[in-house]
C-alpha cells in the first residue's frame, strides 16, 4: 500500500541510529500523540518546552529523560508531534517504542514518512524534502552547505518565480484573447518572443547549477592522461600524499585506471591515473588505453601532462588541439612536468583556452599551483549556486524548455503558445510539488531513513 493513503495513522520510530549511545529519540506524530504522552509521560508537558521527566512503561518507570510535545500546526510534519528523548541503550528505546505501537490504531512509521507528512500539511516543498537526504548522505562540507540552502528554500524560490512568470504571461495573452477591446496591454510577437527567450535562458542557467551540484554532491573527478614516461603516476602520488602507483622508468608501467579520493577544502576530489596514451603494437597495453580513454569520458576535468624536457611552450597549442577531440570539449588543463630537469619556474599561466601549470610531480613542486587551480575553477566559481542536485531535475527543466521552445516556434497562434505554455508550468510544479503522483512521493521518501 501507498504510504500517502496511511496518512491519517499515528506513527512512531526511532530517530536515532541504532546500537548503544549516550542519547537516543523516539519521534511519535499523528492524532493520538495526547494518549500516548499521558501513557508515557503522565502529563501534557508545555508545547516546545524541553521538560525533563520520568518515561514510564506500563506502571514501571523505565528512563529518565527530556520529552519536548509540538502540538500542531506548529510542528515538523504540521502534526501533533512528541520527541522522547532517552539512554540510547537498545534495550530502553525497543522497549519504549514496541509499548507505543501496542496502544491501538498507533504503527511503525515508514522511512521518510515524517518528511512526506510535513511535504502533504505544506511545512516544506519536494525540494526541501529532498534536500533532507542530501544533508543526511552528504560526503563534503561544501555540498552539506549547498543541502541546508536548499533546505532553506533558495533553489524553490528561483522554480516558484519561474513559475510566476510563466503563470503571468499565459494570463495576458489568454487575456489579450478573450478581451480583445478591452483597454489591455497588448504584447507584441517580439514581445513574447523576448519574453519566452527570458524564461528559457533562465531555465538554461538553473540547469547548469544542476549540473554543478551533481558534481558537487559525488565529487570532481579529475582523470591524469598523457604519453608514457611523463610523470603521471608520479602526479598521482603526489596529489594524493601516497605510493599507490608504481613509478618506474620505463614506459606503459600503468596497464589498469588506478582511482583515490581526497577531500580539498570540503569538496571531494576523484583523482585517476590513467595508461599512457600513445600508438602501440602491445595487446596488454592497447586494453590499458583502452580502458584510459573510457575513464576520460567520465571526467569532470583532465589534466594532461607533458614533459617539459621534451616540449616546448609552442608545442602546446598543436598537443591541446589534437587532445580535445579525444577528449569531447572537457576541460584541459595541461600539466608541464619535470621542472626540476628542464630548470623551469614553478608557475600557472592562461592561454587563450587553457590553463598550463609547470611542476615537479618528483620533488612535489608545484602541487599548491594545481590545488588553488582547481578550487579557483569549481569551488569558488561554480559551486556558490544555493541550489540542490537530483538528477530528476534535469529531464524536467528539460521537457520545460521544450514545451517553451515550441510554444516560440508557433507564437502566432496563440491557442498552441498557451497550450505550450500550460505543460512547461506543469514541468516546474512538478518539481516543487505542486503537482505529484502517490509513486513519485513513495519512489523519493522511500530513501529516508525510518525515523526522519
Known sequence: MSIINQNSDTIAAIATIFGHSSIGIIRISGTLTYNIT???????????????????????????????????????????MLELHCHGGPIILNTLLNYIISMPNIRIANPGEFSMRAFLNKKIDLVQAESIVDLINSNSLEFSKESINSFKGNFSYKIKNLIKIVDNLYSHIEAMINFPDDQLEQLSNDMIVSNLNNIINSINKLNEQVKNNIILRDGIKIVIVGEPNV????????????????????????????????????????ISDTAGIHDTNNFIEKIGIKHSLKEIKTANHVLLVVDSTNCEIEQLDCIYNNFIKIVNNIPITIIRNKADLSNENIT??????????????????????????????????????????????????????????????????????????????????????????????????????VGK
Open 38 to 80: 499521558k501513557k508515557i509521560l503522565g502529563l501534557i508537558p508545555k508545547d516546545r518546552k524541553a521538560s525533563y521527566l520520568p518515561f514510564k512503561y506500563k506502571n514501571d518507570i523505565i528512563d529518565y529523560g527530556i520529552a519536548i510535545l509540538f502540538n500542531r500546526p506548529n510542528s515538523f510534519t504540521g502534526e501533533d
Open 231 to 270: 610523470g603521471k603516476s608520479s602526479l598521482f602520488n603526489a596529489l594524493i600524499g601516497c605510493n599507490n602507483a608504481i613509478v618506474t622508468s620505463f614506459p606503459g608501467t600503468t596497464r589498469d585506471v588506478l582511482r583515490y579520493c581526497i577531500n580539498l577544502d570540503g569538496i571531494i576530489i576523484n
Open 348 to 449: 600557472i599561466n592562461k592561454l587563450e583556452r587553457y590553463y598550463v601549470v609547470t611542476i615537479s610531480a618528483k620533488l612535489k613542486s608545484g602541487l599548491n599551483l594545481i590545488f588553488d587551480h582547481i578550487k579557483d575553477l569549481y569551488i569558488k566559481n561554480n559551486y556558490k549556486c544555493n541550489t540542490i542536485n537530483k538528477h530528476r531535475y534535469f529531464n524536467i527543466l528539460h521537457n520545460a524548455t521544450l514545451h517553451l521552445i515550441r510554444g516560440k516556434q508557433h507564437h502566432l497562434y496563440y491557442d498552441i503558445l498557451l497550450e505550450e505554455l500550460k505543460h512547461a508550468k506543469h514541468y516546474l510544479d512538478s518539481i516543487i510539488g505542486n503537482v505529484y503522483d502517490d509513486k513519485l512521493l513513495d519512489k523519493i521518501f522511500s530513501k529516508f531513513c
